[in-house]
């Protein structure tokens, strides 16, 4: 079967053949391969090789936000059927600490931990995959067009779950269920993480404010506004003015993953507030901060600055639950957020394509077979 990797030698990403898996245990389950998405990990993986190929082999399957369909279940397995569509979460336990013992390997406390298309373990860009039924979790078939954004959606689902609970803990009177009514959010950077960041804030009953360097007329500020929230052209404000501009800001979610915005952020954060870090930049260029105003404004507020990384299972449900939300509020807009879909056999332009008007970019492997 075909499947896009990175090669170890040549540090190239190329459709290369590979033999189909097979289910060798019973608790396991084997899908096929509708959709994959492709985000700035996968393209950082082209540009810069980053990435890293399983023990003892010469590529990596790159790929790792997928939607399947269930094509064959092993013997242990009852919540999944044939037919059934699913996910596969990224992230696979080191067995060693406690977090990975109890499934949360998305807090892995050694390190040890392999990710799927990411780090030594083999990712989705391909035909089929198996892998064992506690990483899977079920999308219902009126999901089935947007079901391929349930990692992206799980990342946010685990950024604000965890804002929301250190809130509670830590604030008289603030109850997790109930933080976000009517907090001023800030979302940084309207690429898929943000737009569902947004999605996920204003079904909480937050108030959404978006930043993004595009035009107003584009895209990205179009979803946003027709979600509910208000979009601010990040070119044309000083970050250091934002404090004074939107007042208290509650919650910070960035999703940029350009460090220097990142840190200057922070100053328009407000009494107690909490800010969730959630790109991941590559490179080392230095950033400059105002470091002595920025402390004394961190401590003297009580702010908390915190970064979050991957999802749990748990997280992925809840993401199914909000897209299912989503859809019942806001009908198809959800799928907006899927500009393009291309053939796997495209995957160059596809991981070439940055426009202003792109937001999540999918390669299509197979059609779910109620559509076929
Ligand atoms: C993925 C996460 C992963 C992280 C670090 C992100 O692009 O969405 O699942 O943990 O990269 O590798």
């Not at 390997?105 to 040890?112: H, Q, R």
């Not at 001023?184 to 993480?193: D, M, Q, Y």
């Not at 970050?239 to 208290?248: C, I, K, N, V």
């Not at 909000?322 to 332009?349: C, S």
Request: charged content about 25%; aromatic content about 4%.
């Amino acid at each position: 079967m075909k499947a896009i990797s990175l090669l170890n030698e040549t540090r190239q990403v190329q459709l290369i053949d590979v033999p189909e898996p097979e289910i060798e245990r019973p608790n396991q389950l084997k899908l096929r391969i509708l959709e994959i998405g492709i985000c700035g990990t996968d393209r950082e993986q082209v540009e810069a090789g980053y990435g890293e190929a399983p023990a003892g082999t010469d590529h990596l399957v790159i790929g790792h936000e997928m939607l399947g369909e269930v094509v064959e279940v092993g013997k242990e397995v009852k919540s999944f059927r044939k037919g059934d569509y699913a996910v596969l979460t990224v992230r696979r336990g080191c067995g060693q600490c406690a977090a990975c013992q109890s499934n949360r390997s998305d807090m892995c406390m050694t390190g040890l931990f392999t990710e799927r298309g990411i780090k030594g373990r083999h990712g989705f860009e391909t035909e089929y995959v198996v892998d064992e039924q506690q990483y899977a979790v079920k999308v219902p078939a009126e999901l089935v067009q947007v079901g391929v954004l349930t990692e992206p959606m799980s990342v946010v689902e685990k950024a604000i779950e965890e804002a929301v609970a250190l809130q509670a803990a830590r604030i008289p009177q603030a109850k997790a269920a109930t933080w976000l009514i009517g907090k001023r959010t800030l979302v940084a950077g309207l690429g898929p993480i943000g737009l569902l960041a947004a999605i996920a804030l204003l079904l909480r009953g937050a108030e959404v404010i978006g930043l993004d360097i595009v035009d107003e007329g584009s895209k990205r500020p179009d979803i946003l506004r027709r979600l509910g929230g208000t979009y601010l052209d990040g070119r044309k404000v000083d970050t250091a003015t934002l404090d004074a501009r939107l007042g208290q800001v509650d919650f910070i979610l960035e999703a940029t993953g350009v460090a220097e915005l990142g840190f200057q952020l922070i100053d328009a954060l407000g009494v107690n507030g909490i800010y969730v870090m959630t790109g991941i930049p590559h490179g080392d260029r230095p950033v400059c901060i105002t470091g002595a105003e920025m402390m004394q404004q961190i401590v003297l507020k009580n702010q908390l600055i915190m970064g979050s990384v991957n999802a749990s299972t748990l997280h992925y449900a809840q993401a199914i639950e909000d897209m299912q939300k989503a859809k019942a509020k806001w009908g198809d807009l959800l799928n907006e957020i899927i500009t393009t879909r291309l053939p796997f056999q495209q995957y160059r332009e596809a991981l070439d394509l940055r426009s202003e008007n792109d937001i999540k970019t999918v390669l299509l492997w197979d059609k779910p077979s109620e559509q076929v």
